[in-house]
């Protein structure tokens, strides 16, 4: 039997550069790498009508950055307004620029079996903020942000980790829009 398994295991029907490409590629990184941006100015940072609402991109994958592991955007909410809601599995660091607020999150049950499954409590913890503070959303939350002022726009950073879609597991889904975006009218 150990015969058999040793005879299939040297088989060479088909071939590849796999590793090769591997290790151009990483040749490619380290001569690009030092060539892209470590500063990125206000005009280069691209605005963006989400389903999140409105959103300056600070560092994100498909800008030309020197930034490997973090997404962070600037995210605007009109006043007595909300975010969309949504839920991903990274977990989530925002800092509250200006304004006053509060979050819903819906704490999420899941199981990972051949299937992936989630399903989010019924009753949201509500979260009270303030210019100057900074929110913590754990992996896969249902979340949403509100601005309680009616005055006053809200202003925050919003920061999360690329790390988890390198392992597999970038799941993100929104289940409400912001009431503001104009790209998908009465879609949730």
Same mark, same amino acid.
């Given at each position: 039997?150990?015969?058999? +398994?040793?005879?299939?295991? !040297?088989? #060479?029907?088909?071939?590849?550069?796999?590793?090769?490409?591997? $290790?151009?590629?990483?040749?490619?990184?380290?001569?690009?790498?030092?060539?892209?941006?470590?500063?990125?100015?206000?005009?280069?940072?691209?605005?963006?009508?989400?389903?999140?609402?409105?959103?300056?991109?600070?560092?994100?994958?498909?800008?030309?950055?020197?930034? +490997?592991?973090?997404?962070?955007?600037?995210?605007? &909410?009109?006043?007595?307004?909300? !975010?969309?809601?949504?839920?991903?599995?990274? +977990? *989530?660091?925002?800092?509250?620029?200006?304004?006053?607020?509060?979050? $819903?999150?819906?704490?999420?049950?899941? *199981?990972?079996?051949? #299937?992936?499954?989630?399903?989010?409590?019924?009753?949201? !913890?509500?979260? *009270?903020?303030?210019?100057?503070?900074?929110?913590?959303?754990?992996?896969?939350?249902?979340?949403?942000?509100?601005?309680?002022?009616?005055? #006053?726009?809200?202003?925050?950073?919003?920061?999360?980790?690329?790390?988890?879609?390198? &392992?597999?597991?970038?799941? $993100?889904?929104?289940?409400?829009?912001?009431?503001?975006?104009?790209?998908?009218?009465?879609?949730?």
């Amino acid at each position: 039997m150990l015969y058999e +398994e040793s005879k299939k295991a !040297s088989v #060479k029907k088909a071939e590849t550069d796999y590793y090769a490409e591997k $290790l151009a590629d990483s040749k490619r990184k380290k001569e690009e790498n030092p060539k892209r941006k470590k500063v990125i100015t206000p005009e280069e940072m691209p605005w963006e009508d989400s389903p999140q609402g409105t959103i300056k991109h600070l560092y994100n994958e498909k800008m030309d950055a020197h930034v +490997e592991a973090v997404d962070a955007y600037m995210q605007f &909410i009109p006043p007595g307004s909300r !975010s969309g809601k949504h839920r991903h599995m990274s +977990e *989530e660091f925002i800092f509250v620029l200006e304004g006053a607020g509060y979050d $819903l999150h819906w704490d999420v049950d899941y *199981e990972i079996d051949d #299937k992936y499954y989630w399903k989010a409590e019924e009753t949201p !913890s509500r979260w *009270e903020w303030e210019q100057g503070d900074s929110i913590y959303i754990p992996p896969n939350t249902v979340h949403q942000h509100f601005n309680a002022d009616s005055k #006053k726009p809200v202003r925050f950073i919003s920061s999360t980790s690329r790390m988890i879609r390198y &392992i597999g597991f970038d799941d $993100l889904e929104q289940i409400e829009n912001a009431p503001e975006y104009k790209g998908n009218k009465g879609a949730k």
